[in-house]
């Protein structure tokens, strides 16, 4: 299938990239490493550029994960256990997406955008719980963007050697995300620090 997907793209640039993270974040099981990755190879061969290539791996996976939204939303957890397997969605992922529910909150939809399978599944729960549609829709672009940006440039900077993504992807993202946290709790204390300053 892997050679399906990776010739889909090579003939139809975009469009493919925007319908293909539009299928995964709608919770099909398609590594987004294989399809932001062999984009940025395209982008290392001149035959995308990275604009184009982020616009529509964005557009795709916001409106996949929408899509996803709704459909626990509206259908909840007994409509996606009864017809999810006609779309390989197996109940232990959306478990696992549950249970990162039920322990992060919101905070959940933002950075399971950047974990391997979570961030596949993760719309599920929050139609489930029926979370702000604003709110939802909000946290889905602030961490989509940083990992679609990351995969589309690694596979750019990797060339004709992208593939190892597929390898090593489930890796970087959990590292990204472990700067992504310590980074935001360096600027979350000085800028403590700062504001305490102003104040005395």
Same mark, same amino acid.
């Given at each position: 299938?892997?050679?399906?997907?990776? &010739?889909?793209?090579?003939? *139809?640039?975009?469009?493919?990239?925007?319908?293909?993270?539009?299928l995964? &974040?709608?919770c099909?099981?398609?590594?987004s490493e294989?399809i932001?990755?062999f984009?940025?190879?395209l982008?290392?061969?001149?035959r995308m550029?990275f604009a184009g290539?982020? *616009?529509a791996?964005?557009i795709?996976g916001?409106?996949?994960s929408?899509f996803?939204?709704?459909v626990g939303?509206?259908?909840?957890r007994?409509?996606?256990?009864?017809?999810?397997?006609?779309f390989?969605?197996?109940?232990s992922h959306?478990d696992l997406?549950?249970?990162?529910f039920d322990k992060?909150g919101l905070?959940a939809v933002?950075?399971s955008?950047m974990?391997?399978?979570?961030?596949?599944?993760i719309?599920?729960?929050?139609g489930?719980?029926?979370m702000?549609r604003v709110?939802?829709? !909000?946290?889905?672009?602030?961490?989509?963007?940083?990992?679609t940006?990351l995969?589309?440039?690694?596979?750019?900077?990797?060339?004709?050697?992208?593939?190892?993504?597929?390898k090593?992807?489930h890796?970087?993202s959990?590292?990204?995300? !472990?700067i992504c946290v310590v980074a935001g709790v360096?600027?979350?204390?000085?800028y403590?620090?700062?504001?305490?300053g &102003?104040?005395?």
């Amino acid at each position: 299938m892997a050679d399906v997907f990776l &010739n889909f793209i090579d003939q *139809w640039g975009y469009f493919a990239v925007a319908l293909l993270m539009g299928l995964e &974040n709608a919770c099909v099981p398609i590594p987004s490493e294989l399809i932001l990755g062999f984009a940025g190879y395209l982008i290392f061969a001149g035959r995308m550029t990275f604009a184009g290539a982020m *616009w529509a791996g964005m557009i795709g996976g916001v409106l996949g994960s929408i899509f996803a939204y709704e459909v626990g939303r509206r259908g909840g957890r007994p409509f996606v256990d009864r017809y999810g397997k006609y779309f390989f969605v197996k109940p232990s992922h959306v478990d696992l997406a549950q249970r990162w529910f039920d322990k992060y909150g919101l905070k959940a939809v933002f950075f399971s955008r950047m974990l391997p399978v979570v961030r596949t599944f993760i719309s599920l729960p929050a139609g489930f719980a029926r979370m702000d549609r604003v709110k939802f829709l !909000v946290l889905t672009i602030l961490g989509s963007l940083p990992w679609t940006a990351l995969i589309l440039w690694i596979g750019k900077l990797l060339g004709e050697g992208w593939a190892i993504m597929m390898k090593v992807g489930h890796e970087i993202s959990i590292i990204f995300v !472990v700067i992504c946290v310590v980074a935001g709790v360096v600027f979350y204390l000085r800028y403590k620090k700062k504001h305490k300053g &102003n104040t005395e």
